[in-house]
């Protein structure tokens, strides 16, 4: 399996511009998580996906953020308007439901988007 | 006052000692733990995970579970230069919506 898959890996852009993030989960995996990571507040959770379904978004941090799973295969995750402060690795994950019935409990990272906004 | 706190770091140890590595959470109600460990530059990846008290030992690492305590542990036995990363611990939450809550991670330094 080759793994998730997330692009870019690498994105510079302007403070305003819009930016778009994209994620292929792992095939089968039912759970699809977007992370933010920071040097100052670590790795935050922003929203999960169940079954395509938005579970809790309450890690978004504005409504600047949006995202989407229209498939089972497919996430994004857009910033419009982007600013400074969203410069950040964002990283996605997948799992399928923990064996205790918890969900997304061994969580498969992808290789992340370094998002510079300048 | 974070869910999950660990120290930054850095950790140093020379190569073949051990590294003791700690974390404490503040929900009563998680019941399972994670360590995960990031390479410079990489994603994290998962080593190992915990749901009862005591300890779970896996080739070289042992994690520790203290649930009076709220503690959590993972030790390092026979560290290599290769273990020098940073080591992120998260609690499985049952408050709210089920999910993971990371620490900061601590940075271990391994020297030969």
């Known amino acids: 399996d080759a793994g998730v898959i997330q692009s870019p890996r690498h994105e510079v852009t302007e403070m305003g511009q819009e930016v778009t993030l994209r994620c292929k989960p792992i095939?089968?995996?039912?759970?699809l998580f977007w992370y933010r990571q920071t040097m100052m507040r670590g790795l935050e959770l922003l929203i999960y996906?169940?079954?395509?379904?938005?579970?809790?978004d309450s890690g978004m941090p504005e409504d600047r953020f949006s995202a989407k799973m229209p498939n089972a295969s497919f996430s994004t995750l857009k910033i419009q308007p982007s600013e400074p402060r969203d410069s950040a690795v964002y990283f996605c994950?997948?799992?399928?439901?923990?064996?205790?019935?918890?969900?997304?409990?061994?969580?498969?990272f992808g290789p992340g988007t370094r998002l510079l906004v300048l | 006052q974070k869910e999950v706190e660990q120290n930054s770091g850095p950790l140093s140890v020379p190569e073949g000692a051990i590294a003791s590595l700690n974390c404490t959470y503040s929900d009563r109600g998680s019941q399972s733990f994670f360590w995960y460990r990031q390479y410079s530059g990489k994603s994290p990846e998962l080593i190992m995970f915990i749901y009862s008290n005591g300890d779970k030992e896996d080739g070289r690492f042992t994690a520790q579970l203290n649930k009076a305590s709220q503690y959590v542990s993972l030790l390092i036995r026979d560290s290599q230069p290769s273990d020098s990363a940073t080591y992120l611990c998260?609690?499985?939450?049952?408050?709210?919506?089920?999910?993971?809550?990371f620490g900061t991670g601590t940075r271990l330094l391994v020297s030969p």
């Open positions: 998260a609690g499985f939450t049952n408050t709210g919506f089920q999910k993971l809550v």
């Open positions: 996906f169940n079954n395509n379904v938005p579970i809790d």
């Open positions: 095939s089968g995996h039912d759970y």
């Open positions: 994950a997948s799992s399928l439901m923990g064996g205790r019935g918890m969900p997304g409990e061994t969580q498969y």
